[in-house]
C-alpha cells in the first residue's frame, strides 16, 4: 500500500528535525553544516528548504520539539506533589535544573536566542507565562497565596526562571549555579505566601 501523502511529509520533517537536533546540540548551531545534517537524515537541501524555509526554520522546529518534551516532563513532575503549592515549586526547580542538561543548555539556551531573538517572543512563552498564571490563581483561591495580579506574578516568575535558567547554562559550573538558583528561587517563592 502506498504511503500517505502526509505520513511521508510527517517522515519527511522528523528525519530532518531528528539530524538537526543531534547536530545542534553537537556542534551547535552555527558550526551545523546544513549538507551535513540533510545528508545524515537521507535528504535533500531542497526538502530542507521547502519544509522548513531554512537552517532557521529547522532551529525553530527542533526547539519547538524539545519545548514539548520539557512540558510533558514537566507536568508529570507536577502531577506527582501532594498540594497545588508543591507542584508549582516542583515544576519550577525542575524547569532550572533541566538548564543543566547539555541539549537544552545549547539548543534553547544558548543558541535558541541568539539566532531567533528575543525569548519572551516565542510563540510558546505565552502558554508557559497563562500556566504560571492559572498557578498562581489556584493558590490564591486556596488561601496559600497572597492576593497579587496573577498576570504580572506569571510574568515576573517566568522571566526569573528563564533567566536564571540562562546564567545556568552559561555558568562554569552549571550544577552549582542551578543549586544556588533553586535556594534563591525557595526564597523569592516563599515571599508570596500568606501569613498565617
Same mark, same amino acid.
Given at each position: 500500500m502506498p504511503q500517505k501523502r502526509e505520513d511521508?511529509?510527517? $517522515?519527511?520533517?522528523?528525519?530532518?528535525? %531528528?539530524?538537526?537536533?543531534?547536530?545542534?546540540?553537537?556542534h551547535g548551531f552555527? $558550526?551545523?553544516?546544513?549538507?551535513?545534517?540533510?545528508?545524515?537524515?537521507?535528504l535533500t537541501r531542497g526538502a530542507l528548504y521547502h519544509h522548513f524555509g531554512g %537552517? %532557521?526554520?529547522l532551529l525553530k522546529a527542533v526547539i519547538q520539539q524539545i519545548e514539548d518534551e520539557m512540558t510533558t516532563r514537566l507536568s508529570a513532575i507536577k502531577s506527582q506533589a501532594p498540594t497545588t503549592?508543591?507542584?508549582?515549586?516542583?515544576?519550577?526547580?525542575?524547569y532550572l535544573n533541566m538548564a543543566c542538561e547539555h541539549e537544552i543548555q545549547r539548543?534553547?539556551?544558548?543558541?535558541?536566542?541568539?539566532?531567533?531573538?528575543?525569548?519572551?517572543?516565542w510563540p510558546r512563552k505565552n502558554c508557559c507565562i497563562r500556566s504560571t498564571q492559572l498557578s498562581?490563581? %489556584?493558590?490564591?483561591? $486556596?488561601?496559600?497565596l497572597r492576593e497579587v495580579d496573577s498576570l504580572a506574578m506569571a510574568r515576573l516568575i517566568n522571566g526569573a526562571l528563564f533567566g536564571a535558567?540562562?546564567?545556568?547554562?552559561?555558568?562554569?559550573d552549571p550544577h552549582a549555579a542551578s543549586s544556588k538558583a533553586v535556594d534563591a528561587f525557595l526564597t523569592l517563592a516563599s515571599g508570596l505566601l500568606k501569613s498565617n
Open positions: 511521508m511529509i510527517a $517522515e519527511t520533517q522528523a528525519k530532518l528535525i %531528528k539530524s538537526a537536533r543531534e547536530s545542534f546540540a553537537q552555527a $558550526e551545523s553544516c546544513m549538507d551535513d545534517l540533510t545528508a545524515e537524515a537521507g %537552517k %532557521k526554520g503549592w508543591d507542584a508549582f515549586i516542583n515544576g519550577s526547580i525542575a539548543i534553547m539556551l544558548l543558541d535558541g536566542p541568539a539566532v531567533l531573538g528575543d525569548p519572551s517572543q498562581i490563581e %489556584k493558590l490564591m483561591e $486556596e488561601g496559600v535558567s540562562l546564567w545556568i547554562a552559561n555558568a562554569e
